[in-house]
């Protein structure tokens, strides 16, 4: 059985489709992830991009909260430089502020595209995944973008801190294709049933999963079948600014043929 | 001919996979990464993995020098190191490296130097079984690749 080079949509036999995709909105669903483990970054990245998702990938809560924009509230010098202003998806932006000085300036202010969600591990030196979830619920501008946290620690006490404080969801590593798929709800919005669920399901929810994993290695995506009919390929829409950080890495999702995991397209987006 | 030695390849992948499994060194989230491998990150295990192996040996390393130090062995920070090891070997599927990191850990709690000492014995010889046994695998694999793309010009596209 040869493989063709181009991609492909066709089901692998053996495995689950791991290239199911949730049908996208207009624009790409951005998230952004943070965790101290480069090994645990590589695959969370990997797992959200073979979702749909947009990623931007940082290694503490510091870096997150500073391409967040809550850092430092004036013009911060950490984040992207978009050294060439026509390459920046204007459909992007958030935070009126930078929106402005985009326009009013010769020079461009650190742009971050709009976060749909965050997903953070718990464990971390200086701020840990807590408090960098606190921080978020604080602000008044980031209060809305749902928070996942991420524990190799199954503690039944910090599961609950983090969802009275106010997270979204709660996953016990290692992280699997079907617990990010299970995500999507959250980040497509209110008219999916995931922000109705009341975190105490969530946690019977999380549990029941977590047996099901120890349980036997086969390992199925029995989360909320994927309606992919024709997953769509979207032009990459979203091109990533040039020299970011070396702790920072922003990827689109897979879109053309054979494409290498990191790409920077240099042409004017739609 | 070639169909044959690609299908022995693939036998011989999975009997050592089995044998991994079986010996509880793998776990399915070694399975998980597996398939997230495609046409269009067709490396992406490797690439993990090669990841993996540079860190956790950074952290054995400094965790050996940690407990060479006698006199104010700092055990926090082997706690740590330790952290970061479970973490990451529990992302790949490091299934017995995890579970002696957990020991080694406890061990370290307790500043118990003596079992501490014998914990990292342990560590490194997992560590090392690992690192060979999952550069057996990619030999495999690599093996298997390389003659599927002889076949390629046998196709009928």
């Known amino acids: ?270 | 001919m070639l169909g044959f030695s690609a299908d022995r390849l693939r036998a011989d992948m999975n009997r050592l996979l089995a044998l991994l499994f079986h010996q509880g060194v793998l776990d399915e989230q070694f399975l998980q990464l597996q398939q997230l491998q495609d046409e269009s990150s067709p490396n992406f295990v490797l690439e993990v993995v090669n990841i993996y192996f540079q860190e956790s040996e950074r952290l054995l390393k400094s965790l050996r020098a940690l407990l060479i130090e006698r006199e104010l062995t700092d055990y926090k920070k082997m706690g740590n190191h330790l952290n970061q090891l479970m973490g990451s070997s529990s992302s790949i599927g490091a299934n017995r490296v995890r579970n002696v990191c957990i020991a080694f850990r406890a061990n370290s709690e307790q500043s118990n130097r003596a079992g501490c000492l014998r914990a990292l014995e342990v560590l490194e010889h997992e560590y090392c079984y690992l690192k060979s046994k999952l550069h057996e695998l990619f030999q495999i694999e690599q093996q298997r690749v390389l003659g599927a793309g002889v076949r390629y010009p046998m196709q009928q596209n």
């Open chain 1, 1 to 270: 059985m040869a493989r063709t080079p181009v991609f492909s949509r066709r089901r692998r036999s053996d495995q689950i489709d791991t290239r199911d995709r949730f049908p996208t909105s207009d624009s790409e669903v951005h998230v952004l992830a943070v965790d101290d483990s480069l090994v645990d970054r590589k695959v969370i990245e990997r797992l959200l991009r073979l979702t749909a998702c947009r990623v931007t990938a940082v290694d503490s809560g510091i870096r997150a909260l500073q391409y967040l924009g809550l850092q430092d509230e004036t013009n911060s010098q950490v984040g992207f430089d978009v050294s060439d202003p026509g390459i920046v998806n204007l459909k992007s932006f958030s935070y009126g502020f930078s929106f402005m000085n985009f326009l009013g300036h010769g020079f461009v202010k650190k742009q971050s595209l709009k976060v749909d969600m965050i997903i953070t591990d718990y464990c971390m030196p200086g701020m840990t995944g807590y408090e960098l979830l606190k921080k978020i619920k604080e602000s008044s501008t980031l209060r809305e973008i749902p928070v996942v946290i991420m524990s190799s620690e199954n503690v039944v006490a910090r599961i609950d801190r983090c969802l009275e404080e106010g997270a979204e969801d709660f996953i016990v590593k290692p992280v699997k294709l079907s617990d990010v798929k299970r995500l999507r709800e959250y980040m497509v919005g209110d008219e999916k049933t995931g922000s109705e669920i009341s975190w105490m399901n969530k946690r019977t929810v999380r549990e029941s999963s977590c047996d099901e994993a120890s349980s036997s290695p086969s390992i199925s995506s029995d989360s909320s079948p994927s309606s992919s009919s024709s997953p769509s390929i979207s032009s990459d829409s979203s091109p990533s600014s040039s020299s970011p950080p070396d702790s920072v890495q922003s990827t689109p999702s897979p879109s053309e043929p054979s494409s290498p995991t990191s790409t920077q397209s240099d042409d004017g987006s739609k």
